[in-house]
């Protein structure tokens, strides 16, 4: 089993004048292949926020940009040595075309699937899992999810089923965990601060900044 697990960091706002969107846009995805590096994974996760955060704090998920660098840093020497990669594409969106800024949903389904399009999907498992922290309309997860496998269908054996699930991250331990490194990414680029993220660059397999 394949698990993949897809979010983003930064918007997709575009207005520069009368706004103050940020300049890049991340999509980040954790691949974690087979069900005990999934649970290990989701188990580190849930004792750290048992041990770590206080009782009487409102805190229920680990998020990049409101978990202290300390406890980041307690929390991936628990996960460095579990088998897990990630992949990440940035989108440059100061110098890309005008024309495609009103078509956010266009912008990110293309975004996930150039980092997808990165992935070894094949001979990896009788299954592929691709979950996605959920804040799309239904008729936005439809559309994505058609995007998504459409694109897929020359990369993948028929033999080997994707589904595509979106999942409330507070839930879904695993995305917290892609929150924390995407967020990592995005402020490298946006903040020029590679502290977080210099401690686990060695687990990027493909990082990729580009312009649409």
Excluded at 43 to 51: A, D, G, P
Excluded at 182 to 210: A, H, M, P, Q, S
């Amino acid at each position: 089993m394949l698990y993949l697990y897809l979010d983003e960091s930064g918007d997709l706002g575009f207005d520069f004048v009368n706004k103050k969107p940020s300049d890049f846009f991340v999509v980040c995805i954790l691949d974690v292949e087979g069900r005990e590096n999934n649970k290990r994974l989701s188990k580190i996760v849930k004792v750290v926020l048992k041990r770590k955060i206080p009782k009487a704090s409102k805190i229920v998920e680990l998020k990049g940009s409101l978990t202290p660098l300390k406890l980041k840093k307690y929390f991936y020497e628990k996960i460095k040595n579990v088998e897990f990669s990630l992949y990440t594409v940035i989108l440059d969106k100061k110098k890309s075309y005008r024309s495609l800024w009103a078509d956010k949903e266009r912008i990110y389904s293309h975004i996930s699937y150039l980092l997808l399009d990165k992935i070894k999907l094949v001979d990896r498992g009788p299954r592929i899992l691709l979950v996605i922290d959920r804040s799309k309309s239904k008729e936005n997860i439809r559309d994505f999810d058609k995007y998504i496998l459409n694109q897929l269908k020359g990369k993948l054996s028929p033999a080997v089923p994707l589904d595509i699930v979106h999942l409330d991250s507070h839930t879904t331990q695993c995305l917290q965990i892609t929150d924390l490194f995407c967020w990592g990414i995005f402020r490298k680029y946006e903040k020029n601060d590679t502290v977080w993220y210099d401690l686990f660059k060695d687990k990027i397999k493909d990082e990729r900044l580009v312009v649409l």
